[in-house]
Nanobody, 115 residues
């Protein structure tokens, strides 16, 4: 079994910053991709950022230039540095990892940005 545990969400004022982290534990042999998605009330889940085992990154359009994804492969952990947060960034943020062609999700962490 694989478990993803997220941390770092919370309440922040507009213009502020937060760092999310997600650590995987269990039977992990190799992680193909690590990423973050988010889902706001009444909206579909959307890609925030994704990083491959080789370090290539992909960002959602509204996150480019503000968010940075990084990883510590030795710790099976992925991070999301979020800067210049805006109220529209308010959502539940979910960690996702593709491990041996199986997608795993974290439980989600709430990020709330006040205006």
């Amino acid at each position: 079994q694989v478990q993803l545990v997220e941390s770092g969400g919370g309440l922040v004022q507009a213009g502020g910053s937060l760092i999310l982290s997600c650590a995987a534990s269990g039977r992990i042999f190799s992680i193909n991709t690590m990423g973050w998605y988010r889902q706001a009330p009444g909206k579909q889940r959307e890609l925030v950022a994704r990083i491959t085992s080789g370090g290539s990154t992909t960002y959602g359009d509204s996150m480019k230039g503000r968010f940075t994804i990084s990883k510590d492969s030795g710790r099976n952990t992925v991070y999301l540095q979020m800067n210049s947060l805006q109220p529209e960034d308010t959502a539940v943020y979910y960690c996702n990892m593709n491990i041996r062609a199986i997608g795993y999700w974290g439980q989600g962490t709430q990020v709330t940005v006040s205006s």
